[in-house]
């Protein structure tokens, strides 16, 4: 099994450009959840889905944030427009019931 | 409101035991305690997770006090590639509602010295 992968592993952009990052979860897990990971604040949770239905956005930061899961196997998560705040690296996990997570590589993301 | 405390840092020699400790004293009579650790520069990997009985794995050892307020996550033999940042949390079973998302704490900055 090739893991939860993610795609770019790297981005830069510049401000006010719409950047769209994406995760391919391991195949039969129901669970996908994106992250984002800071210095200052650690580890967040954005959203998550179950069997590809967003249950809960609350981390979600605003409303330039958007995240989709058109089907089981893809999931995209999109910021429109962007700002250097939203720097960060993004990671994407996969879990089946009651089973630990399995996380992506992470997308390091850089708005200049 | 952080539902668990854990030593920012910690060290141990290489080859030693490594034992990171826990404390969860408000935790749900539901609720699992869950490791994960995060590798410089990598996604954060799970380790193990148990409800209130010992528990272990090809990685390491959990184990929960008998009023479940306190554990200690065991590595038995550490490696220098253990060295990471080391993440306990309590969370209550999947539901399929709004509360299925781990939530990750500051953890403890475990290094393993040569």
């Known amino acids: 099994d090739a893991g939860v992968i993610q795609s770019p592993r790297h981005e830069v952009t510049e401000m006010g450009q719409e950047v769209t990052l994406r995760c391919k979860p391991i195949?039969?897990?129901?669970?996908l959840f994106w992250y984002r990971q800071t210095m200052m604040r650690g580890l967040e949770l954005l959203i998550y889905?179950?069997?590809?239905?967003?249950?809960?956005d609350s981390g979600m930061p605003e409303d330039r944030f958007s995240a989709k899961m058109p089907n089981a196997s893809f999931s995209t998560l999109k910021i429109q427009p962007s700002e250097p705040r939203d720097s960060a690296v993004y990671f994407c996990?996969?879990?089946?019931?009651?089973?630990?997570?399995?996380f992506g590589s992470g997308t390091r993301l850089t708005v200049v | 409101d952080a539902k668990t405390t854990q030593p920012t840092s910690m060290d141990c020699a290489e080859g030693r035991a490594a034992n990171l400790p826990c404390n969860h004293s408000?935790?749900?009579?539901?609720?699992?305690v869950y490791w994960y650790r995060q590798i410089h520069s990598q996604g954060p990997q799970y380790i193990i997770h148990g409800l209130k009985n010992n528990e272990t794995n090809e990685m390491a050892s959990l184990i929960i006090t008998e009023d479940r307020k306190s554990s200690t996550l065991i590595l038995p033999h550490a490696t220098l590639r253990d060295t990471a940042v080391y993440y306990c949390i309590v969370r209550p079973p999947y539901s399929g509602g709004g509360a299925d998302g781990l939530t990750f704490g500051k953890g403890t900055h475990l290094i393993i010295q040569p």
């Open positions: 889905f179950n069997n590809n239905v967003p249950i809960d």
């Open positions: 408000t935790i749900s009579g539901n609720e699992y």
């Open positions: 996990a996969s879990s089946p019931d009651r089973e630990g997570y399995t």
């Open positions: 195949s039969g897990h129901d669970y």
